[in-house]
T-cell receptor
Framework: DVKVTQSSRYLVKRTGEKVFLECVQDMDHENMFWYRQDPGLGLRLIYFSYDVKMKEKGDIPEGYSVSREKKERFSLILESASTNQTSMYLC?????????????FGDGTRLSIL | DAKTTQPNSMESNEEEPVHLPCNHS???????IHWYRQLPSQGPEYVIH???SNVNNRMASLAIAEDRKSSTLILHRATLRDAAVYYC????????????FGGGTRLMVKP
């Protein structure tokens, strides 16, 4: 079974801090994704990466950056955390073989910015 | 991008079949129909997907209308553990595409 592991289930940080959310997958997937999930808004894509050192902006990239130095690891960075970035963050990975391949999600990191 | 429309919520009795509908009238010919579900405090979990033909797996069945403008996820015998939010999503056939999640259907299962 595919395993997508997010480094923390719960995280509390302060406004202005630099925050790193880490995600690791064990299936050698090329594609990796970061979403945030907020009540009433569903899941929204922040960034995705289709290979090492490659990244593309999703629907809401403002205030975020990403890093993909190794195939199995995709990091989301909040350069200067703000309270409106309090949310559930979900990482996913998939094989790049087109729309027939499902995404596999981690269990999420619930981030609170105080 | 093609969008999907699902009811906000549905109720079912335990051990009865559940039919979760999804409308996707602007689907393109190469879009796959994916279903995911999300249990409380967990990330979304893949359930099933299809292109044109009906599909069955150990979790559920997917019935796709002949014109592909709608589909139905079928849980054959609902259990309390099936209570979750179910998302119907269209996935482009090109590699590296992203999934766009809407609001989904919250399924409540009564004992």
């Amino acid at each position: 079974d595919v395993k997508v592991t997010q480094s923390s289930r719960y995280l509390v940080k302060r406004t202005g801090e630099k925050v790193f959310l880490e995600c690791v997958q064990d299936m050698d997937h090329e594609n990796m994704f970061w979403y945030r999930q907020d009540p009433g808004l569903g899941l929204r894509l922040i960034y995705f990466s289709y290979d090492v050192k490659m990244k593309e902006k999703g629907d809401i990239p403002e205030g975020y950056s990403v890093s993909r130095e190794k195939k199995e690891r995709f990091s989301l960075i909040l350069e200067s955390a703000s309270t409106n970035q309090t949310s559930m963050y979900l990482c996913a990975s998939r094989s790049p073989r087109g729309g027939s391949q499902p995404q596999h999600f981690g269990d999420g990191t619930r981030l609170s910015i105080l | 991008d093609a969008k999907t429309t699902q009811p906000n919520s549905m109720e079912s009795n335990e051990e009865e079949p559940v039919h979760l509908p999804c409308n996707h009238s602007t689907i393109s010919g190469t879009d796959y129909i994916h279903w995911y579900r999300q249990l409380p405090s967990q990330g979304p979990e893949y359930v099933i997907h299809g292109l044109t033909s009906n599909v069955n797996n150990r979790m559920a069945s997917l019935a796709i209308a002949e014109d592909r403008k709608s589909s139905t996820l079928i849980l054959h015998r609902a259990t309390l553990r099936d209570a979750a939010v179910y998302y119907c999503i269209l996935a482009k056939s090109n590699a590296g595409n992203m999934l766009t999640f809407g609001g989904g259907t919250r399924l409540m299962v009564k004992p």
